[in-house]
């Protein structure tokens, strides 16, 4: 199983972070081979990849679920594979320093 983990210090307020974090429409463009996301509700969308390897284009949907949300340090959600098997979780957590 891969994992990893990405930090980064921004030297704002943790509100102003969570102000942008939160709001999906504000960073969704910015993920890697990100093609198109779908909202379902406030806890579920819909998010689609799409990637080349060698000349090769593979596209791939995701299902994401929310599974905590606690303002405004802390997000947690899990992802299914759509058109393909696999599963993950993720977090994103704020903090000041």
Do not use: C, R
């Not at 779908?38 to 299902?63: H, M, P, R």
């Not at 679920?65 to 696999?86: A, H, M, Q, R, V």
């Amino acid at each position: 199983m891969a994992t990893g983990t990405h930090t980064v210090v921004v030297p704002v307020d943790v509100q102003a972070v969570w102000d942008y974090v939160s709001d999906l429409e504000k960073w969704a463009t910015t993920v890697p081979a990100y093609k198109e996301h779908e909202i379902i509700n406030d806890k579920q969308s819909i998010w689609t990849f799409e990637g080349s390897v060698k000349g090769i284009k593979k596209t791939i949907q995701a299902q994401v679920d929310i599974t905590e949300w606690n303002e405004p340090s802390n997000i947690k959600f899990e992802l299914k594979g759509l058109s393909d098997n696999f599963t993950g979780s993720g977090h994103f957590t704020a903090e000041d320093v």
